[in-house]
């Protein structure tokens, strides 16, 4: 099989802040692998504002986006709520496309996307980057390593919200684990008064507390846990996920983005907990970007585990200082455009964006109906949320 070298061409397809800030700059830092070609946009002001900020010509007619600018990819970044219309339309116009988060509010809407790219021989990877951060990938990298043994049981404990909560907890069970039952219980509670980052405001608060009790073929289990305060209330600082495996554990210690990542596995006589040591290596001594994690850890046979950063500089001093999130997003992208080359399928893809979309969901029909266990699959023509 031809392996494709040449950079695939790329349109943005919407004007969130994330075109701008976040998938600009990434585009631009990967020119052996992305060519921006245009934009498109649902408003002149907005389409010609992001054109002009990316150095890109832009579009209200997306047929006409890729009749001039023959774009291959389309990254689709847009308003919360179009996600699944928009994604639908870059897919019906012939694009490869990577989707935000989630795929589709409604499952219904997911499966017309993932049907539609089917049929047109088109790849669809999503922008769930949270098991693709540095501190993520090393310790899935240890998992897969074998020297924790199978994981049985996965917490999400406020680390994220919704379905990137629950593909978190996923993820340290595999993404190859079936859940087969969800129960769930959502809460609202009032607050005192406080500061809002997000809102920028001070005052009283209504919070919605979501928990969820997820098993799995084999007795594995998943536990999630999301406040709608949990990114911008200093009275909801706990930001933790954990797992328990067969031979060790891991769990994340937080006060919002400042964590510690305690893994631990047995001493060589079984008698104690014996702590990994996580190790972010630069590229030079005084910083520079981020070449690896390595984990440290006790065993003979394997002392270290390395995860290495796909978007290293190539020469030292001589690439972009990535910060995680962003390498998390690029990962996102490059599993779709390694997937075109290849012909392979991307590493995350639609039907895991839509399983972690589908629990969330399900949690929340637990509760509605009095905390009843929801079996899955959930039909499409009944979800109610």
């Not at 049985?152 to 379905?163: E, I, V």
Request: proline share 5%.
């Amino acid at each position: 099989m031809t392996i494709q070298t040449q950079p695939l061409r790329v349109a943005i397809i919407g004007t969130a802040r994330r075109s701008d800030y976040l998938y600009g700059p990434i585009l631009r830092a990967l020119p052996n692998d992305v060519q921006l070609v245009g934009v498109w946009g649902r408003s002149a002001e907005s389409a010609r504002r992001l054109g002009e900020s990316l150095g890109a010509p832009w579009y209200l007619d997306m047929d006409k986006l890729v009749r001039e600018t023959a774009p291959q990819i389309g990254i689709v970044s847009v308003n919360y709520g179009a996600n699944g219309q928009v994604g639908l339309m870059a897919v019906q116009a012939g694009l490869n496309v990577l989707l935000e988060t989630p795929i589709a509010h409604k499952l219904s809407e997911a499966d017309t996307i993932i049907t539609a790219a089917r049929e047109r021989a088109l790849i669809v990877e999503v922008a769930e980057q949270f098991h693709r951060r540095p501190l993520e990938a090393i310790k899935l990298a240890l998992i897969a390593s074998g020297l924790l043994g199978r994981v049985y049981t996965s917490f999400n404990d406020f680390a994220g919200h919704g379905y990137h909560g629950i593909s978190v907890m996923r993820s340290y069970l595999g993404f190859n684990a079936r859940p087969i039952q969800v129960t769930g219980a959502v809460r609202k509670y009032e607050l005192g008064s406080h500061w809002s980052r997000l809102g920028n405001k001070t005052g009283e608060r209504t919070e919605t507390q979501e928990h969820g009790l997820i098993e799995f073929e084999g007795g594995l289990l998943g536990i999630f846990h999301w406040t709608d305060v949990g990114y911008d209330s200093p009275l909801r600082w706990w930001r933790s996920s954990r797992f328990m495996a067969e031979k060790g554990m891991g769990i994340t210690v937080g006060v919002g983005l400042d964590v510690q990542e305690r893994l631990s596995m047995t001493s060589l006589d079984g008698e104690a907990p014996c702590f990994i040591t996580l190790e972010r290596r630069w590229e030079r001594v005084d910083g520079g970007a981020l070449i690896a994690m390595v984990a440290h850890t006790s065993d003979p046979d394997l002392p270290t585990v390395t995860w290495e950063n796909p978007f290293k500089p190539l020469q030292q001093g001589h690439g972009r200082q990535w910060h995680d999130d962003e390498i998390g997003v690029a990962g996102c992208l490059l599993s779709l455009v390694n997937a075109m080359r290849s012909g392979s399928e991307p590493t995350y893809g639609p039907l895991q964006a839509r399983l972690d979309q589908e629990l969330i969901l399900a949690i929340r029909q637990s509760s509605l109906d009095g905390g009843r266990p929801i079996m899955l699959p959930i039909d499409p023509a009944t979800q109610s949320l």
